[in-house]
């Protein structure tokens, strides 16, 4: 499975497609509706099947509801249906039901097996009009999904899904291996002693955004300042993460073209993102693991992810004593079994090396490359 991503060509005709997305809105907001209310009445849960049926006949006398495909109406009753599964799984650890969403805020509809052609060219037929978008590559194997994104700039995107695309294996090859440990204060430490530092692009935008949301929120509600504002605010945020997603990009094929085998440690992100906030945001560790990944996939290279229990930091990666504690706050330590003085993260990086390579040897792969928009 691929995921590609194209920006639709600027054209008045794109409001066809907007409204499109406004009704399916609607009509997600009135599946949550009857959910709500069919257990309510019964104390039961509304099926997917019977949803669909009843919005099927709804769709049959409302013209606004028709501007949505059958295929796309589908789709949204089957991610409610999802996303209730996911509550009534994990609802204990915190996972919330679907709730209302504002239609102007609502993002996309996806179509299926039909509601599309693609023409020759870069033009794409959705429903009965013909829509232009920027080709920066050829879409081979066979088209999966085909979904209309809208950003809160109010541009729209195509993501095409794709099965079938021909890919080279991941072999293991012998060659340079390298342990990497994710840090707030270095992002990677290497466990060849190389130190890799984020820019950290909020950090570096925070008085432009902060200047930014100020007049956003002053200005008057409703009027055009205020629309204006927001569109500015709005641009900020996409720099920002379009900077972050960039350097990403070009870090994951420099250490792939240095490393054969790259070994990570597993993450709590969100525990760490309760600690300390804004700044793990920044940082952004796991979209860079997920670009990382998918290079690596390209270019037949290894990405192991070790266990996240495994006391990389209290281990010492001379003679492997391990400490039963160790304070965040101290960044060296020496061992009391062979008195060597371990720097904590290049400490850590040298263990998960070592971890990570014995882990390659018994044939253990990275967990599965997702698809991600490229």
């Not at 008195?339 to 971890?355: H, T, W």
Request: charged share 25%; glycine share 6%; with cysteine.
């Amino acid at each position: 499975m691929k995921t590609l991503k194209f920006k639709l060509y600027n054209h008045k005709r794109n409001r066809h497609l907007k409204r499109s997305i406004n009704a399916a809105g609607v009509i997600y907001n009135h599946c949550i509706a009857l959910h709500q209310r069919y257990y309510k009445m019964w104390g039961k849960h509304l099926s997917c099947a019977k949803l669909q049926s009843h919005i099927a006949k709804l769709r049959k006398k409302n013209p606004f509801w028709q501007k949505v495909g059958s295929q796309a109406v589908q789709d949204i009753c089957q991610r409610i249906e999802k996303a209730y599964q996911l509550f009534f799984k994990h609802n204990k650890k915190g996972v919330r039901p679907p709730g209302f969403k504002k239609v102007r805020k609502y993002k996309s509809f996806t179509l299926k097996q039909a509601g599309y052609k693609f023409l020759s060219g870069n033009r794409v037929k959705i429903g009965s009009r013909v829509y232009q978008y920027w080709k920066s590559r050829e879409i081979e194997g066979t088209v999966k999904t085909l979904t209309i994104k809208r950003t809160p700039l109010g541009e729209l995107f195509m993501v095409v899904v794709v099965d079938n695309v021909s890919s080279p294996q991941v072999k293991f090859t012998t060659g340079k291996i390298a342990g990497f440990d994710f840090g707030l204060k270095t992002f990677l430490t290497c466990s060849d002693g190389t130190l890799i530092n984020s820019p950290q692009f909020f950090k570096q935008s925070l008085n432009a955004v902060g200047k930014a949301s100020r007049h956003h929120s002053l200005s008057l509600k409703g009027s055009v300042n205020r629309e204006r504002a927001r569109k500015n605010l709005v641009r900020r945020h996409e720099d920002i993460a379009n900077s972050r997603r960039d350097w990403f990009w070009k870090l994951a094929h420099e250490l792939t073209n240095k490393y054969n085998v790259l070994c990570f440690e597993t993450l709590n992100l969100k525990g760490m993102h309760r600690l300390w906030g804004r700044k793990v945001s920044d940082l952004a560790f796991g979209e860079f693991l997920q670009i990382l990944e998918w290079v690596a996939k390209k270019k037949d290279k290894q990405v192991i992810c070790i266990d996240q229990w495994y006391p990389s930091t209290k281990t010492c990666s001379s003679c492997g004593h391990v400490l039963e504690s160790l304070d965040l706050s101290v960044r060296q330590w020496r061992c009391p079994s062979c008195q060597s003085v371990n720097g904590r993260d290049e400490n850590a990086a040298r263990n998960i090396q070592a971890v990570g390579a014995s882990t390659a040897e018994l044939g253990n792969v990275s967990r599965a490359v997702p698809a991600i928009a490229v």
